[in-house]
């Protein structure tokens, strides 16, 4: 009896270590989840708003003045050979030259038009962002595979709906699919029992434990990279202004130097 007490003691405990580890893990999964989903996507729209479209200035701007200089340089080259230079020829092998400054300068465009329209979308009051939150944690802690092994095809099946309505910002289906979750593992055994048991549970922690740790190193890198490590740079206005005022420089000296390109290739026997 004492034995049995013990055993079904220590059972006890490491279920609730298990069941720790994976509120914690599932926690990590809707944190990630979360970044990914709404707070990168916000910080992304608001540099490119504050910076990025400057940015893209500059960019441009340093594209058109490259292009110049090598207009200039092909028109004289044709001189030099003593030909009439071929204006239309010109234009043509600069097309092909500066094929991928084109394309990354119609990128930066697609993505100033995509945080333009990102920040016109009506924004979730913080109330509204919490009860969703809680739907998609409610719905990892039971459904997640690498929480929940085993679970029975329903329950898979459900965790990728919930997954796809999360992903698409559908939080009204959202918040009907995490309604269904207890119906779907409705008599689904989680207890242990028999001599196996306890070398089961041990198995189980040391999975969470070892998922846990991955889930905190793949958010620790992500929030290193872009955008999520412009955020100490979006959140002092003394440094994005700092910034502003130097792209806005570099904007006007750039115009100046086309300016002058451009006015010296229709001077009079220029072109």
Known sequence: MKNELGFNAECEALRLRR???RGKCAEEVEEYMHLTTCVGPNLKADYMLRVGQ???????????????????????????????PNL?????????????????????????????QHAAMDSLSEEETNAIRMNYLKA????????????PPAANELWHKIQA????????????????????????????????ALEELKQSIASLERR???????????????????REFL?????????????????????????????????RGVA
């Open 140 to 151: 990892v802690k039971k459904l997640h595979p690498d929480l929940n092994p085993d679970l």
């Open 88 to 116: 239309v020829g010109i234009e043509a092998t600069l097309d092909g030259e500066f094929q991928d400054y084109l394309k990354q300068i119609k990128e930066h465009q697609a993505a100033l038009k995509a945080a333009a």
């Open 212 to 230: 846990l740790h991955e889930l905190l190193q793949r958010r620790t890198e992500l929030e290193k990279q872009e955008p999520f490590c412009w």
């Open 54 to 84: 400057l940015e893209h200035r500059v960019f441009q701007l340093k594209t058109d003045v490259a292009r110049w200089q090598r207009r200039f340089t092909l028109r004289q080259q044709a001189l030099n050979r003593g030909e009439v």
């Open 19 to 21: 069941e720790y580890l």
């Open 235 to 267: 959140d002092n206005a003394d440094e994005v202004a700092s910034r502003q005022a130097e792209l806005r420089k570099q904007i006007e000296r750039f115009e100046g130097v086309l300016y002058e390109y451009e006015t010296l290739w229709n001077q």
């Open 165 to 196: 309505a999360y992903s698409a910002d559908e939080w009204h289906e959202l918040e009907f699919l995490v309604g269904m979750v207890d119906d779907v593992l409705k008599g689904w055994k989680t207890v242990e029992t028999g001599a196996n």
